[in-house]
């Protein structure tokens, strides 16, 4: 039973527009959510994360929304650049998630930032 | 840049050997965890460690165990490795509660 979905395999968009990636969680339990980028050959990049007493954080080009009643979360990139171009995963923690502060993540979205 | 490093970087090897993959911090962080990571899973939990000594196990943990004797190292064990145990296995460290995990560069293991 997979508790993080991220529904969209690949997202292909033009350079200076906006990125929009989105998550789906299933447990009620979690806590806290957050986005990794990963480059190939490379390990997970922490990139932003949100607690559920907040419903949007901000750090420059990148904004996560989070939507609890919906157990949504989406991650904004504005303006996309080409070096964005990676695999983006979303994951969650919490109660819901186990004990000691496990992570569980989605199957990643490949974003492709065309010039 | 945490300070992750993961050893070897690349191993190739054969069914039914033993392997055993290294994962060292300097960050002195209290929580270490071992992934894999394969194509249309993305990245899943094997084994993490909450102190030394301690450890449990995550959701892929069937043919693998782990050693935590000092705070900077955690081991990951293939008793005897598999096929299925082809991977790209990843090393994280975190703090604790609410707070990010930080990856290592990764090993790329394939077992022929």
């Known amino acids: 039973d997979q508790q993080v979905k991220q529904n969209s395999p690949s997202l292909s968009v033009q350079e200076g527009r906006i990125s929009i990636l989105n998550c789906d969680y299933t447990?009620?339990?979690?806590?806290?959510f957050l986005w990794y980028k990963k480059y190939p050959a490379e390990g997970p990049t922490f990139l932003i994360s949100i607690s559920s007493i907040k419903d949007k954080n901000e750090d420059g080009r990148f904004t996560v929304f989070l939507n609890k009643s919906a157990k949504h979360l989406s991650l904004h990139i504005v303006p996309s650049q080409p070096g964005d171009s990676a695999v983006y995963f979303c994951?969650?923690?919490?109660?819901?998630?186990?004990?000691?502060?496990?992570?569980?993540f989605g199957k990643g979205t490949l974003l492709t930032v065309n010039p | 840049d945490a300070g992750i490093t993961q050893s070897p970087r690349h191993k190739v090897t054969e069914t039914g050997t033993p392997v055993t993959l290294r994962c060292h911090q300097t960050e002195n962080h209290r929580y270490m965890y071992w992934y894999r990571q394969d194509p249309g899973h993305g990245l899943r939990l094997i084994h993490y460690?909450?102190?030394?000594?301690?450890?449990d196990k995550g959701e892929v943990s069937d043919g693998y165990s782990v050693s935590r004797s000092k705070t900077e190292d955690f081991l990951l064990t293939l008793e005897s490795a598999t096929s299925s145990q082809t991977s790209v296995y990843f090393c994280?460290?975190?703090?604790?509660?609410?707070?990010?995990?930080?990856f290592g560069p990764g090993t790329r293991l394939t077992v022929t």
């Open positions: 460690s909450y102190g030394v000594k301690d450890t």
């Open positions: 994951a969650a923690s919490g109660v819901g998630g186990g004990s000691n502060y496990k992570l569980t």
């Open positions: 447990n009620s339990m979690f806590d806290y």
């Open positions: 994280a460290i975190s703090e604790g509660s609410g707070y990010e995990q930080y």
